[in-house]
Nanobody, 125 residues
């Protein structure tokens, strides 16, 4: 069982930055592929970024490449999403997700077994 708790969301002006954190409980964090997804009102939940067990393998959606950075600290059981140059279209609820014992680039929500409660990110123009 893995519990995920996100933090760091909020309201920011376009061009600004935020850093999201996701604290995980349980022993399986170090062997879990982790990801950030987001869901805007009326839209599907889409992958933003994923990171492998050791942090050496990452994937980014085209819409955030060059602006967002995913990272993890296995000693702290925490995954981060640094978001720079934010745009109004980045406004969404951001979710942390975990896929224990799974490898590869997992881009679909059904690949993940555990989810956080979500944190709202709002970017004003």
């Amino acid at each position: 069982q893995v519990q995920l708790v996100e933090s760091g969301g909020g309201l920011v002006q376009a061009g600004g930055s935020l850093r999201l954190s996701c604290a995980a409980s349980g022993r399986s964090f170090r062997t879990s592929t982790m990801a950030w997804f987001r869901q805007a009102p009326g839209k599907e939940r889409d992958v933003v970024a994923t990171i492998g067990w050791s942090g050496g393998s990452t994937y980014y959606a085209d819409s955030v490449k060059g602006r967002f950075t995913i990272s993890r600290d296995n000693a702290k059981n925490t995954v981060y999403l640094q978001m720079n140059s934010l745009k109004p279209e980045d406004t969404a609820v951001y979710y942390c997700a975990a896929a224990p014992l799974r490898l590869g680039v997992l881009r679909e929500s059904y690949d993940y077994d555990y989810w956080g409660q979500g944190t709202q990110v709002t970017v004003s123009s």
